[in-house]
């Protein structure tokens, strides 16, 4: 009898290892796979609602407008917010070279401000730097070059909370005051137009007169 309790004793042991031993390749197998991708495809994008973004990034050309303190014969003209392409990651991107992923985008807002003389320009430049600074920006590209004839003053500021960024330039060959306002890339809704998306018309702010 204790030759047969050792013996169900034995094997109750070998079952559990058994048991234990497939558990445990079953979660291996399964972190293989969970590895498997995201080597394969890269680091996911994170959503993205065109509208939102928009939204955010007509709200930031307004607020970089108002802290330009132009005069007032100094107008901006009207932008449009456009989408940009974005990449596979990871080995997949091997298997797409130069191929651009359609569902998803980034976003960017271009506008101007044209006639603005070079002193003029380099005030309204200084206030927009001092609030983005303000903000908790960082200052991710300065733009400011010289030579015998050319002299282009710029910035771009960059968002550590989500990555937008704010690129400001003017060059005395222009004297236009360029701005784009910029959103990384995200992955869109399956049921988004661009050819059709009203959200991204943008018009700058009538401002009070005297500024």
């Known amino acids: ?12 042991r070998r079952s559990v290892l058994y048991a234990v031993t497939g558990l445990v390749m079953v979660a291996l197998l399964g972190v293989a796979v969970v590895a498997g991708n995201v080597v394969w495809d890269g680091a996911p994008y994170p959503s ?28 901006a003209d009207s932008g449009r917010v456009d989408t940009g392409a974005c990449y596979y990651r990871g080995l997949r991107s ?12 980034s976003f960017g807002l271009d506008w101007s401000v044209p006639d ?20 908790g920006w960082k200052l991710a ?12 003053l710029g910035f771009r500021f960059e968002n550590p909370k989500g990555g937008d960024q704010v690129d400001v330039r003017w060059n005395n060959s222009t004297t236009t005051l360029f701005i784009s306002v910029y959103a990384p890339c995200g992955q ?24």
């Open 48 to 75: 993205a609602d065109p509208n939102a973004v928009a939204q955010r990034l007509k709200a930031r050309s307004d607020e970089v407008y108002d802290s330009f303190a132009l005069p007032e014969e100094y107008a």
């Open 94 to 105: 091997i298997a797409h070279i130069d191929e651009a992923r359609s569902d998803v985008r």
């Open 188 to 211: 869109v809704p399956d049921e988004f137009v661009e050819s059709d998306w009203s959200e991204a018309d943008w018009h700058p702010k009538e401002r009070p007169a005297g500024l």
């Open 116 to 135: 603005v003389p070079e002193a003029t320009a380099r005030d309204a430049q200084r206030r927009v730097r001092q609030q983005l600074v303000q903000k």
């Open 1 to 12: 009898m204790f030759k047969s309790l050792v013996s169900r004793a034995r094997a109750y």
């Open 141 to 152: 590209h300065e733009g400011d070059r010289a030579g015998a004839a050319f002299r282009q």
